[in-house]
């Protein structure tokens, strides 16, 4: 969709843009440090998947430039807005560095997530609105991973019928050719 963006200066963290915000979208912020992500972190050597919230279709959550994860991440969602997804390429050094993250992710490793800002909420004890806007919030989040959930259910069935109906015209079509020579010889 759009060119990647350097946010570090020193190409250690791109940002790529997949999916854009609402121009409304609410942004991170001090009084809404608190992120719900969902996401699919992958070894940029193998392309193998290491870690990811879209088998269980859960959400994660931080709380933003408290250290709890990677420096690529405190950095490029600092910059992201609700809905957006983004791809995010981490060097190394703003990654798990030298030490690697054991066994899934090895040392000097370059990462890209794929990372969908799904919320932005106030610290505990901080009050934005009502507890009954809360659980409204929650719910709709709720509703909207069980469509998606269900969106991926009904392709995969899709898919699983179209094999069936070709497996099932594949043997159509050999029984069609054995039957043809039998019996034709007087």
Known sequence: MSDSVDLTGDGGVL?????????????????????????????????????????????????????????AWDIALRTMKVGEVVKITCKPEYAYGSAGSPPDVPPDSTLIFEV?????????????GSVSDERARLEELKKQRELAAAVKEEEKKKREEAKAAAAARIQAKLEAKKGKGKGKAT
């Open 116 to 128: 969908e800002l799904v919320a932005c909420r106030p610290r505990k004890g901080y009050s934005l």
């Open 15 to 71: 940002k790529t843009t997949i999916r854009r915000a609402k121009a409304d979208a609410i942004a991170p912020s001090e009084t809404l440090p608190l992120l719900d992500v969902h996401y699919e972190g992958i070894l940029a050597e193998t392309g193998d998947v290491f870690d990811t919230t879209h088998e269980d279709n859960t959400i994660f959550t931080f709380e933003l430039g408290t250290g709890s994860v990677i420096k």
